[in-house]
Nanobody, 115 residues
Framework: QVQLVESGGGLVQEGGSLRLSCAASGGAFRRNIMSWYRQAPGKQRELVAVITSGGSTNYADSVKGRCTISRDNAKNTVYLQMNSLKSEDTAVYYC?????????WGQGTQVTVSS
């Protein structure tokens, strides 16, 4: 059973930055995909960024150029560096770990961007 623990959320002003972290434990899959999703009030959960175990990345158009996903395989941790934050980035951010055709979710961390 894979467990994910997110951290790094909080309240920030527009234009500010935050770095989210997600530590995975219990998974020993060499090939996996880790990603960040977010869900704003009244909206569906959406993909923000994804990174494979090989380091390939992809981003939602809404965050391209402002966010960077990275990972430390030795620590089983994925990061999301978010810069130039906007009020529309306000959401609960969830970490997702996928391997062997199974997916696991973290509990989420709140990001609030004030205008």
């Amino acid at each position: 059973q894979v467990q994910l623990v997110e951290s790094g959320g909080g309240l920030v002003q527009e234009g500010g930055s935050l770095r989210l972290s997600c530590a995975a434990s219990g998974g020993a899959f060499r090939r996996n995909i880790m990603s960040w999703y977010r869900q704003a009030p009244g909206k569906q959960r959406e993909l923000v960024a994804v990174i494979t175990s090989g380091g390939s990345t992809n981003y939602a158009d809404s965050v391209k150029g402002r966010c960077t996903i990275s990972r430390d395989n030795a620590k089983n941790t994925v990061y999301l560096q978010m810069n130039s934050l906007k009020s529309e980035d306000t959401a609960v951010y969830y970490c997702r770990y996928e391997a062997e055709l199974r997916a696991y979710w973290g509990q989420g961390t709140q990001v609030t961007v004030s205008s």
